[in-house]
Nanobody, 121 residues
Framework: QVQLAESGGGLVQAGGSLSLSCAAS????????MGWFRQAPGKEREFVAA????????TYADAVKGRFTISRDNAKNTVYLQMNSLKPEDTAVYSC??????????????WGQGTQVTVSA
């Protein structure tokens, strides 16, 4: 069992930056790939970024490539999402998830509650 808790969301102006964190409980954090997903009002949840269990591989959605960076610290049981050059269309609830390294929502087994990110124009 893995429990996930996101933090770091908030309100930022377009062009600004935010850093999200996802703290995991349990001793098996390093066994899981981690992903970040987001869901905007009235839209389906979509993939943002993923990182392999070791941190050696990452992948990003085209919409955030070059602006967002995913990283992890297995010693701290934490995964991060650094978001730069934010746009109003990045506004969503951001959730972290633990599972296998994939871009598909259904592959991930454990989910956090999410944190709101709002980007004003």
């Amino acid at each position: 069992q893995v429990q996930l808790a996101e933090s770091g969301g908030g309100l930022v102006q377009a062009g600004g930056s935010l850093s999200l964190s996802c703290a995991a409980s349990g001793r098996t954090f390093s066994a899981y790939a981690m992903g970040w997903f987001r869901q905007a009002p009235g839209k389906e949840r979509e993939f943002v970024a993923a990182i392999s269990s070791s941190g050696g591989s990452t992948t990003y959605a085209d919409a955030v490539k070059g602006r967002f960076t995913i990283s992890r610290d297995n010693a701290k049981n934490t995964v991060y999402l650094q978001m730069n050059s934010l746009k109003p269309e990045d506004t969503a609830v951001y959730s972290c998830a633990a599972g296998r390294f994939a871009v598909v929502t259904s592959i991930y087994r454990y989910w956090g509650q999410g944190t709101q990110v709002t980007v004003s124009a």
